[in-house]
């Protein structure tokens, strides 16, 4: 799909193996990139076509997509480097739309707490604003180029 896409320089090429432990770890970044502007495309191609069959199992990978849509949205919304009070409302919205959706496409599934506080996330982008100003990328950066570093877990020495 990449290939048929023409997408603005400052996106990133997605990745050729997702998820495969051999061609290495992706960046937070890199899986918002992956996930926001690749699979998106990818998803719709595959499952878009299927809103209304009546086959249950195509059906249920149409609303699989229209759910990871709603994500998507809520991704985007709560990374714009604007906000308002209305687009946090609306990140709300497609976060518990999102949530709600992953219990009744997947029966016995929880809420894992990470996702519990994305519904918390609203109230941080109106204490503190778009996220661009307070997240941790330089940390986070740096945390990758030490993890890098070959050490014999031996203070001192390596």
């Given at each position: ?64 997509l229209q759910n ?53 996330f609203g109230d ?19 945390n990758g180029v ?13």
């Amino acid at each position: 799909d990449a290939e048929r896409r023409h997408m603005p320089s400052y996106v990133g090429r997605p990745p050729s193996h997702p998820g495969e432990a051999k061609w290495g770890k992706f960046t937070a970044d890199q899986w918002k990139t992956f996930c926001t502007q690749h699979l998106p495309f990818t998803l719709t191609r595959l499952w878009g076509h299927f809103r209304n069959s009546q086959n249950q199992v195509e059906r249920h990978k149409y609303d699989m997509l229209q759910n990871f849509l709603h994500l998507v949205s809520a991704v985007k919304l709560a990374t714009t480097a604007k906000v308002t009070p209305a687009s946090i409302e609306e990140y709300e919205f497609e976060m518990h739309t999102y949530l709600t959706g992953l219990l009744e496409l997947y029966p016995g599934s929880q809420i894992e707490s990470y996702q519990h506080m994305a519904m918390h996330f609203g109230d941080l982008l109106r204490r503190w604003g778009p996220v661009h100003s307070w997240r941790c990328f330089a940390f986070e950066r740096y945390n990758g180029v030490l993890q890098q570093i070959n050490v014999n877990k031996k203070f001192g020495e390596c």
